[in-house]
């Protein structure tokens, strides 16, 4: 008789594994962010970001095609305009480059899943994610010209809009901007639970969108909070948002677990832009098997709860998926 018990035999090979396999991630769990900018022809790498670039409108026709054929399900869109004002006037203008670039994807595939951030940051000259008066973000001005944005994303065909900004109300009043056009097959993802974080540095290069005085703290979250997190997707929730975000991905999947168990929404997780950028250093280097660590990257988010993840490695991971077969 042994005393103890043998956890080794259910793992004595690759069948058997498989068989008792909790968790998976497929390339239908997976939404690529995608930039956009005015103005520019053909692509350009961003330099902190291998692999990802911003697009001219014409490449990003060419790329809505390629992500297709990897059978990517949805894309989230940014956009970089050519000019900022303090009204962020691009940001809701109808033939804005997001716009634009939705209905150039709705063209190109009309069955991709197409959402799109909607933040002010890239749109007004001071980079921060609301209107600014006295040095001060101010909140229930900027909700506003948040909605009106979600509106003009929504008109353009945008299947899901996917708030940024962490001001209060902001579901709310872009569900009632949507009410009040009948616009009842979009959907709202909510950046609900969103982190002060320094993950996000890579992105405000490739965005354009670092503030140009202070920091975000008065309205994205402190990294130190939980409990917090519940009070941010409970009021979405109240709001009217149809599924939940949790961001960065990696550095909280216990936020992602903790929101999964207590919300029957959809949960997303948004695996940023430093968590790419290290990956992708590492493995230039050698120093790490790229594949490994992303498949098991993503496996984890499955585990702590996700339902999709939005990643800079959905085409790599797309292309690994196959190839598994
Ligand atoms: C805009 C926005 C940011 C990200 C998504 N939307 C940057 C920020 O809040 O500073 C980060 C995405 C990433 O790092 O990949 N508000």
């Known amino acids: 008789m042994n005393s103890f018990v043998r956890h080794r035999t259910l793992r004595s090979s690759e069948g058997l594994r498989s068989l008792v396999r909790e968790h998976a991630w497929s390339v239908k769990d997976l939404v690529l962010p995608l930039f ?21 409108l014409d490449e990003f026709r060419r790329e809505i095609h390629e992500i297709s054929q990897l059978g990517i399900p949805g894309i989230l869109l940014f956009g970089i305009p050519g000019h900022k004002d303090d009204q962020c006037t691009s940001a809701y203008d109808e033939n804005g480059i997001v716009q634009q670039a939705i209905r150039v994807a709705k063209q190109e595939n009309p069955d991709l899943v197409v959402m799109t951030d909607v933040c002010l940051c890239q749109y007004n000259p001071t980079g921060h994610c609301g209107i600014v008066r006295d040095g001060k973000i101010v909140n229930d001005e900027s909700l506003t010209l948040i909605a009106k944005t979600a509106l003009s994303h929504a008109l353009a065909g945008a299947d899901v809009v996917a708030p940024s900004d962490m001001m209060d109300g902001r579901i709310a009043a872009i569900r009632s901007a949507l009410e009040e056009h009948q616009l009842h097959d979009v959907a709202i993802l909510s950046y ?58 990696l550095s909280y999947m216990d936020v992602t677990r903790t929101i999964r168990d207590s919300f029957d929404l959809p949960v997303a997780t948004y695996n940023v832009s430093a968590e790419y950028s290290m990956v992708k250093a590492a493995a230039q280097r050698g120093w790490i098997d790229e594949r490994a660590i992303v498949s098991e990257m993503l496996v984890s ?21 196959k190839q598994q077969g």
């Open 192 to 249: 609900a639970v969103k982190y002060a974080s320094a993950f996000y540095g890579p992105f405000r290069e490739a965005a354009h969108s670092a503030p140009a005085f202070g920091d975000r703290r008065t309205y994205q979250m402190d990294p130190a909070n939980s409990r917090e997190a519940l009070r941010e997707a409970m009021s979405d929730v109240e709001e009217g948002a149809d599924m939940l975000m949790v961001k960065p991905a």
């Open 36 to 56: 956009v900018q005015e103005g520019l022809k053909g692509k350009e790498e961003i330099s902190a970001m291998p692999g990802i670039y911003h697009f001219g």
């Open 301 to 321: 988010f499955k585990r702590a709860g996700a339902d999709f993840i939005i990643t800079y490695h959905a085409k790599d991971a797309a292309v690994w998926w």
